[in-house]
């Protein structure tokens, strides 16, 4: 993975795991750390993308981070700390001389570094802003003061921007003399007399204009301002649904005060979507560096909570024990009842998750999506009942037991269908995660209702 090529030939054909770090290279840069040498260490690291350097680092142990950090004694890309993991952002900082640190920190726009600090403890973002410039640091500091999951703390505050009455040439000969301009950008920002953003102009549309051409002439049609405290997670939904490239961020008296580009909103909807499948499993944030303690500490609360809703269920399976006694057929089939509600409900409930974050699930459609849901599972139902009956009469020889369960299962799909909608948009309406809490509900709805139903019905039917 550490060798590239100007072209790929068409006939070539396409590895899933091209983007994946060869087990070759990360021997061979392991091989290199324990002999100490650090000319062959280079050769095999210096090709490497600061991201591949960043899943490597994550992937070695402890004490082959510290090793390889210290033998690759030469400057350290500042963007390999963005790409990091957050948990082991304060380790590899550690290993990291000063020097070392400070040129790293300087190389990163001020977003960047606010990505960095941000999740740092104080003795650890202290190492990195002392070693800022003041005016950096002023900037990074400024930013870590609007509310955290803010858009103040996702902007980058270097900008491009013009006065409004200007014309191409003269934004053209700005940027030029400029002494300061972010990285990368791709608009110029129009701003008034008060600095307040009126529009943006592509940097395509500068280029291919004549230099008489005013700025206010050919800005885009789409323009979407930021407020400074909006949250994050709206700021992604902007960018993502109205297509934007770049925003300028506003304070409260909608000055320009900084600006968010697509690679940060982007960052922030896939931060999200790992987030929802996490919670959807009931397990929180961690990473796979995290030790065997953090991991099962992490995952205990959950547990515990499924644990209790189990035993909910197996309280409803006592309220019928003579009967399961009677008909030891019973407690054949009951896992499939339950276990085709849970699989129905966790179908509809990750739609239904998925749809709330991005806006599409609303109150203006939410009854005509839960009326969705039931007619999908009493159709799955009905189908599942005929082949559960079947193999009820087949099986056990037994018609009332197929009744029994056909029965059973189109009314657990059905609950399934509804609970799987109603739940996580009530969660919502209370201000809770709906992918935090969804899940448990959920099963214990359909766990319940899938036992009470089969066995009530057995208990009329068969007795």
Not at 38 to 43: D, K, R
Not at 267 to 280: N, Q
Not at 436 to 449: E, H, M, N, P, R
């Amino acid at each position: 993975m550490n060798q590239h090529s100007d072209q790929i030939p068409p006939e070539a054909e396409i590895d899933d795991d091209v983007y994946i770090l060869d087990r070759s290279t990360v021997s061979n840069i392991l091989d290199a750390v324990e002999a100490g040498d650090q000319q062959a260490l280079s050769v095999l690291m210096d090709p490497l993308h600061a991201a591949d350097i960043a899943d490597l680092l994550e992937q070695i142990t402890q004490s082959d981070r510290a090793d390889l950090i210290q033998l690759y004694d030469r400057e350290f890309d500042g963007e390999i700390l963005s790409e990091l993991d957050e948990s082991l952002r304060e380790e590899v900082i550690g290993f990291l001389r000063p020097d070392v640190l400070a040129e790293a920190v300087r190389e990163l726009e001020s977003d960047d570094v606010v990505d960095i600090v941000e999740d740092l403890d104080e003795p650890h973002q202290e190492a990195i802003l002392e070693h800022l410039e003041d005016a950096d640091r002023v900037a990074v500091e400024q930013a870590l003061a609007y509310p955290e999951d803010s858009a103040g703390r996702l902007m980058q505050r270097e900008t491009a921007w013009a006065p409004e009455h200007w014309n191409v040439g003269q934004c053209i000969d700005h940027l030029r003399n400029a002494e300061e301009l972010p990285e990368q950008f791709y608009h110029v920002i129009l701003v008034d007399p008060k600095m307040r953003p009126l529009g943006n102009v592509t940097l395509g549309r500068i280029m291919s204009s004549h230099r008489d051409t005013r700025l206010s002439d050919i800005v885009e049609e789409m323009f979407q301002v930021i407020p400074v405290n909006q949250d994050e997670e709206d700021v992604a939904y902007a960018f993502n649904q109205y297509h934007l490239i770049s925003a300028p961020v506003v304070d409260e008296s909608e000055r320009l005060v900084g600006v968010i580009t697509i690679d940060d909103a982007m960052s922030v909807l896939d931060e999200e979507h790992e987030e929802d499948i996490l919670r959807l499993a009931g397990v929180s944030e961690g990473s796979l560096s995290d030790t065997v303690s953090e991991t099962a500490r992490q995952r205990f609360p959950w547990l515990g909570v499924n644990l209790f809703t189990a035993i909910l269920a197996s309280v409803v399976i006592a309220l019928f024990e003579g009967t399961i006694e009677k008909y030891v057929a019973l407690a054949v089939l009951m896992p499939i009842v339950a276990s085709m509600g849970g699989n129905a409900g966790t179908q509809t409930l990750t739609v239904a998750v998925r749809a709330i974050a991005t806006k599409d699930l609303t109150g203006a459609n939410v009854w005509r999506v839960i009326r969705r849901e039931v007619f999908v599972g009493l159709l799955n139902g009905l189908a599942f009942a005929i082949v559960m009956g079947a193999v009820g009469v087949l099986w056990f020889g037994s018609m009332e037991l197929g009744y029994v369960i056909a029965a059973a299962m189109v009314a657990n799909l059905v609950v399934a269908g509804f609970a799987g909608t109603v739940v996580p948009v009530l969660l919502e309406k209370m201000g809770v995660d709906p992918a935090l809490a969804s899940g448990t509900f959920v099963t214990t709805v359909t766990d319940v209702v899938g036992f009470f139903a089969f066995l009530g019905l057995a208990s009329i039917m068969l007795t």
